[in-house]
């Protein structure tokens, strides 16, 4: 079963506009990341952060943790045409396995 | 994708043929993982290994197995290919322990007809 779950599944905004994107997980974790698809193309990894840690930053990108919600935010601040592509959480479960959510498709609006 | 190939990059086969997928990379990572992606599933884990020889089972690993003779590659075989194998498929690998992420190869698009 899938331990991230994103939300939305979908996102169109303007470009320039800030998108924000949700993940929740079950069970307790290591740390969650965050990557980055392109049409196409493999996962590109974009900001870790640790169980232990609340918010971090990443040039346009900010997450945040909540371990007691079990819950994170991805946040992509003005954002671009260039950020168009499919978001996915990853948990970093405690038995070392990574294990993926079904992603949310931003597309930035012209 | 620098410092990870997967091949071929596509492949179409018939159903109950055996087929094998490689992932080489030049980073020296002691970890790797294949997964596959299909609509509506995202990306779900199929066998990963912690070295040489020393390999484990993921999610959906019925029909498959994997061989890591050497540090750099890490081979996916399905033993008899079937339909609902068709799916596009990506290694990963990690360098450290917890706290790294993923480098991913750019996938190999398979087609069982």
């Known amino acids: 079963s899938q331990q991230g779950e994103e939300d939305p599944q979908a996102l169109s905004i303007q470009e320039g506009e800030n998108a924000t994107m949700n993940c929740s997980y079950k069970?307790?974790?290591?740390?969650l990341q965050w990557y980055r698809q392109n049409s196409g193309r493999g996962l590109v990894h974009l900001i870790l952060?640790?169980?232990?840690?609340r918010e971090k930053h990443s040039g346009r990108l900010r997450v945040t943790l909540d371990t007691s919600k079990k819950s994170s935010s991805l946040l992509i601040t003005a954002s671009r045409a260039a950020d168009t592509a499919s978001y996915f959480c990853?948990?970093?479960?405690?038995?070392?396995?990574?294990?993926f959510g079904k992603g949310t498709r931003l597309h930035i609006l012209p | 994708d620098a410092g990870i190939t997967q091949s071929p990059r596509h492949k179409v086969t018939e159903t109950g043929t055996p087929v094998t997928l490689r992932c080489h990379q030049t980073?020296?990572?002691?970890?790797m993982y294949w997964y596959r992606q299909d609509p509506g599933h995202g990306l779900r884990l199929i066998h990963y290994?912690?070295?040489?020889?020393?390999?484990d089972k993921g999610e959906v690993s019925d029909g498959y197995s994997v061989s890591r003779s050497k540090t750099e590659d890490f081979l996916l075989t399905l033993e008899s290919a079937t339909s609902s194998q068709t799916s596009v498929y990506f290694c990963?690998?990690?360098?450290?322990?917890?706290?790294?992420?993923?480098?991913f190869g750019s996938g190999t698009r398979l087609t069982v007809v």
């Open positions: 952060i640790r169980s232990n840690e």
């Open positions: 980073e020296n990572h002691r970890y």
């Open positions: 069970t307790s974790i290591n740390n």
């Open positions: 990963a690998t990690r360098g450290g322990g917890a706290n790294y992420g993923y480098t």
């Open positions: 990853a948990t970093d479960r405690e038995d070392d396995k990574i294990i």
């Open positions: 290994s912690y070295g040489v020889k020393d390999t």
